[in-house]
C-alpha cells in the first residue's frame, strides 16, 4: 500500500475552493485500499482560501508489476463560485518508492547472498551514464556518482567501495532483491589532464524481478548528471 497527498493550490485571488475530489481513472494497476471503504471519490475535509492549499490524502494498493511506466492517473474536480472545474492528473510511481531501509550488509554477507541463492537473481539490467565535467578529483567525483545512484536515485545502500568500483543492495517491500555493481571505464587522458580521464560509469544489476530491475536502470538514466 503506497499512501499520497495531492495538493490542490487555489490561485484566484479572491474566490474560495469550496469542495474538492479527486477520481482515480480505472486502472489494474492501482486502486483506492479498503480503508476508503466503498468511495470512489476522496474529498478534501474543508474549503481552501484564496492563494491556500489543500490536501487530498490517499491510500492506494498497487496490484500490478512494479515497473518504470507504473502511473497514477486521474481527475481533480473543484467547486468555485458555484461552477465545477476538472483537471486530469497522471504521475509515475518509480519503482524505488517501494524500496525498504534494510540494515547495511557486509561485504560478507554480500557474497554469501549472492552465492547461495544466485538463481533467484535471474533478472538483469544495465545502465551507462556520463560523468559531469567538474572541478573534483576522479576519486572524489565517482564517490559522489555512488552516493547519489545508491541513496537518491535507487534508495539502496552500497556495501563495498574500492577504486574505481563499488557494489550495492537493496529490497523492496514486495520481497524484490536487487544486487548491483557500480564500476567505471577509463578512457583516454583529457586535454590537460595527465593521468588518465574517465567519465563513464556502468551499473549492473541482478534481481529478483524483471520488470522492477529495468524500471530502476530507467531511473538511472533519467538522471540529467552524476
Known sequence: MVSIHIRVHNRNLTQSISTARVV??????IRLSESHGDQS?????????????????????????????????????????????????????????FMLAIPRLTGADFSKVLQEQLESFSATSSATVQLAHGTTGQDEQFWGAVEKITKEVTHTHAVEVVDGAASFFGQSWQGYRVAGLIKVRKGAAEDG???????????????????????????????EAY
Do not use: W
Not at 482515480?24 to 494497476?29: G, K, P, Q, Y
Not at 524500471?215 to 538511472?220: M, R, S, V
Open 24 to 29: 482515480l481513472a480505472d486502472s489494474f494497476d
Open 41 to 97: 471519490a476522496i474529498s478534501i475535509s474543508s474549503p481552501i482560501e484564496p492563494q491556500g492549499k489543500g490536501d487530498v490524502p490517499m491510500e492506494l494498493l498497487i496490484s500490478g508489476r512494479v515497473r518504470y511506466e507504473l502511473r497514477v492517473m486521474g481527475t481533480l474536480f473543484y467547486t468555485v463560485n458555484g461552477h465545477e472545474e476538472s483537471i486530469e492528473f497522471n504521475f509515475a510511481v518509480p519503482p524505488s518508492t
Open 193 to 223: 589532464d595527465d593521468e588518465g580521464g574517465f567519465r563513464t560509469i556502468e551499473v549492473e544489476m541482478k534481481c529478483t524481478d524483471q520488470s522492477f530491475v529495468d524500471g530502476l536502470a530507467q531511473e538511472i538514466l533519467a538522471v
